[in-house]
């Protein structure tokens, strides 16, 4: 990307501050003050000056090398002139009976009347090392960390303490009970009412509907969630080949959900993402679940909440589905919609059309998926339309190289036709592989095209893989959506992390990072940066349009706007894309999810003791904190990238929704300090990176960097705290 004449008209004087909490914040020390030109106003907002230089910072490449040369990281929410950002509510704030749950991410604002309406709030995890630091503090009672960390290791084992195989009068096992129930209270749902004042601010009025679903609901209250579709077969089944936990189609709680989306009749869509954490992933060939002692609970990382209760683990990994205005639904996981890490959903509704809703699986060679209604829509604000997503079918998708893709029913009936390890960054695919035995489904690691070779000679159909009655194979297809996926031939891509529909059908995908790990990787020819390099951390952005714009349709045709990465080679200056926002011109608002080990990590050389060029995942540090961008889609600047604001130390900005008039852009601030904890004595310390100009030319940054982080309260050893923003314009007007 160069940096056209246009461009540099257009954000001549570059960054300025932020108006936070009222107040004006620098982004970085350098940032430029002159006036913007006219034609600033053509997007609403000055952006402001990150720490890379980029080719939409209205700065030339020479003079980049000398106003980059420092740069101070805030421990803030960092926007641009004449915005303002207010605190909603914070992890411990009071939520009907419960409390504001912890690592806050998708939003949704369900507008009851002029101003006002129900927020709904996904919580996906805790960060193990804030939530133990500060957890007394604000929670205001202990946990028995240190007689259970001490219990945990003295077990020691591979899979953690099976805590639910020891006995109950156990003193242990009721101490890892009541931490993980503490850690399943704070994941979940909440819903909270809001209403806007005559200043544009916004204030919680409690109503009867602000409620928490929880990781434990109906564990001790009855509000048990509720199920759909076929895996409710499997569900109710009193023998099968794996654990049942006796309760049929009711569910105890949901957890990790991550992102989602809002439906026209006004409810809310959670996905549930890493339960892989919580309980154990592998089911049988029959749908039922592993035992809870394979994944046992593990002190350290406070995973495996679900061992000790017994949770059965293939009721998690699905949608669920709330009306937050129902102040008695506790949520419906819909499981046409495949269980499998779902990052987000796409809502497509329209009168006379079966709805298409989309998701992603956010793991290293996870797949895109789109489940189509049997049944049209009649009345797209009918909530009767609920009852659409009990019945239909689940495809995922196959990207070809020529940007062409087709959709895979994953259906009893569907060929067996994986794909072959040697088109995959690091070369495996795991395919389900040990139908009908009497031992969890274990997953065959292909690593050679060979092993594809016979594995198609003894499965002829995915039904071949799964055992039960034509329903029960559906169910448990559903169930084992991800492997099943693989062995259909879905593409493996590059850990699709949002699937957001635009004003004109089209599908918008934020893929976070191309890399490969122990549970696969992305096709080679479709994830390849700027100049076909792969393995490629940095992620991308693509647009999928349907056939004909049909939302049925079983072909497609996608390109990629956006490439993250440097600008110097030919990136779009941002790094991993995750939770994707289009306001009412089809324009997107992105936020990153950079992982936390990799923030403002020092950069001291760009070649190694070798002289040979580091990896690219290791150049990460230069991009500093998560933030927030801007994207057109049309026009001349469509795929520029322009940086609407940088997120807190260590956190995640995730979960935009913007308010119905785009006055109001709710944001989630997630895991603030999530490796450091709590910045003490206002802790800094500086590094060095070795960065690069827009147009190549290498220069050394000195960086001021926070240690850890005291936000949203900002004082000095205050603890961090995941909180849910609300940001407008000082003057009043829409953002977007």
């Not at 039922?288 to 679900?306: C, N």
């Not at 960054?425 to 489904?441: K, T, V």
């Not at 918008?508 to 020819?525: M, N, V």
């Not at 785009?662 to 989630?668: E, I, N, R, Y």
Request: charge should be neutral.
């Amino acid at each position: 990307m160069t940096l056209n004449r246009r461009d540099f008209l257009l954000f001549l004087g570059g960054a300025a501050g932020a108006v936070a909490l009222n107040s004006l914040q620098s982004c970085g020390p350098n940032a430029p003050t002159q006036a913007p030109s006219p034609e600033a106003q053509k997007f609403g907002f000055r952006p402001v000056k990150g720490p890379m230089p980029v080719t939409t910072d209205g700065i030339s490449p020479a003079q980049q090398l000398e106003v980059y040369k420092t740069y101070e990281v805030a421990d803030d929410l960092i926007l641009p002139e004449g915005f303002a950002y207010q605190v909603i509510a914070a992890w411990g704030d009071k939520v009907g009976n419960s409390r504001f749950g912890y690592n806050n991410d998708y939003l949704s604002f369900v507008e009851t009347g002029p101003d006002e309406g129900y927020l709904t709030v996904n919580f996906e995890y805790i960060s193990d090392i804030p939530w133990r630091q500060t957890y007394q503090q604000v929670i205001g009672k202990s946990l028995p960390f240190e007689e259970v960390d001490a219990a945990v290791k003295k077990a020691g084992g591979k899979n953690g303490l099976n805590a639910f195989a020891l006995p109950d009068k156990d003193p242990i096992k009721a101490k890892i009970r009541e931490i993980c129930k503490e850690a399943l209270i704070d994941q979940g749902l909440g819903v909270i009412s809001l209403r806007r004042k005559a200043d544009g601010s916004w204030e919680r009025t409690n109503s009867q509907a602000d409620r928490r679903i929880t990781g434990i609901s109906g564990l001790e209250d009855d509000k048990y969630l509720k199920a759909t579709g076929p895996a409710v077969a499997i569900f109710q089944k009193t023998q099968g080949q794996g654990y049942i936990d006796g309760l049929g189609d009711r569910i105890i709680g949901t957890f990790a959900n991550c992102a989602g989306g809002t439906t026209p009749w006004g409810t809310v869509l959670s996905g549930e993402e890493n339960f892989q954490a919580q309980v154990a992933e592998p089911v049988y060939a029959d749908g039922t679940a592993a035992d809870p002692g394979e994944l046992g609970f593990s002190s350290a990382s406070i995973d495996g909440q679900g061992n000790v209760f017994g949770l059965a683990g293939n009721k998690y990994g699905w949608i669920v589905e709330l009306d937050p205005a129902n102040p008695n639904d506790y949520g419906t996981k819909h499981t046409w919609l495949g269980r499998y890490r779902h990052e987000a959903v796409g809502v497509r509704v329209e009168a006379g059309k079966p709805l298409a809703f989309y998701s992603g699986c956010d793991r290293m060679g996870g797949h895109v998926y789109k489940f189509v209604s049997r049944d049209p829509v009649r009345d797209p604000k009918d909530k009767a339309n609920s009852k659409l997503l009990t019945n239909g079918m689940l495809y995922a998708a196959k990207f070809n190289a020529d940007g062409t893709g087709t959709w895979i029913p994953l259906k009893a009936d569907t060929p067996v036709n994986p794909d072959s390890p040697s088109n995959i960054i690091g070369q495996m695919i795991p395919l389900p592989g040990n139908a009908g035995q009497a031992s969890p489904l274990s997953y065959l690691q292909a690593k050679k095209d060979e092993q594809i070779k016979q594995f198609k000679q003894k499965f002829k159909t995915l039904g071949d893989l799964y055992t039960g009655t034509a329903g029960e194979k559906q169910g448990a297809i559903l169930i084992d959506a991800h492997y099943a996926g693989n062995a259909a031939g879905a593409t493996s891509t590059a850990r699709p992390e949002d699937t957001e529909i635009a004003p004109d059908g089209s599908l918008y995908i934020s893929f976070t990072a191309g890399l490969s790990g122990k549970e696969g990787g992305p096709d080679k020819r479709i994830f390849k940066g700027p100049h076909g390099e792969t393995p490629y951390p940095y992620g991308w952005i693509v647009r999928l349009q349907e056939v004909g714009n049909d939302p049925a349709a079983l072909s497609f045709r996608w390109k990629i706007l956006a490439t993250g990465g440097e600008p110097a080679v030919g990136g779009a200056g941002f790094s991993n894309p995750d939770n994707l926002l289009i306001d009412a011109k089809g324009n997107i608002w992105m936020v990153t999810d950079m992982g936390t080990g990799g923030h403002n990590k020092a950069v001291q050389s760009r070649v190694d003791a070798e002289g040979k060029p580091v990896k690219k995942s290791k150049l990460m540090g230069v991009f500093g904190n998560n933030s927030i961008w801007y994207i057109p889609t049309s026009g001349e600047d469509a795929g520029n990238a322009y940086l609407f604001g940088c997120g807190p130390m260590e956190c995640e900005t995730t979960g935009p929704f913007f308010s119905s008039d785009q006055k109001t852009l709710f944001l989630s601030v997630q895991h603030p300090g999530e490796a450091m904890g709590i910045r003490k004595d206002m802790a800094a310390e500086m590094r060095e990176f070795a960065m690069l100009s827009a147009d190549g030319k290498e220069f050394v940054q000195s960086r001021k960097v926070p240690v850890g982080s005291n936000w949203p309260g900002k004082g000095a050893n205050d603890p961090p705290k995941p909180a849910v923003v609300a940001i407008r314009r000082v003057d009043s007007g829409a953002i977007a």
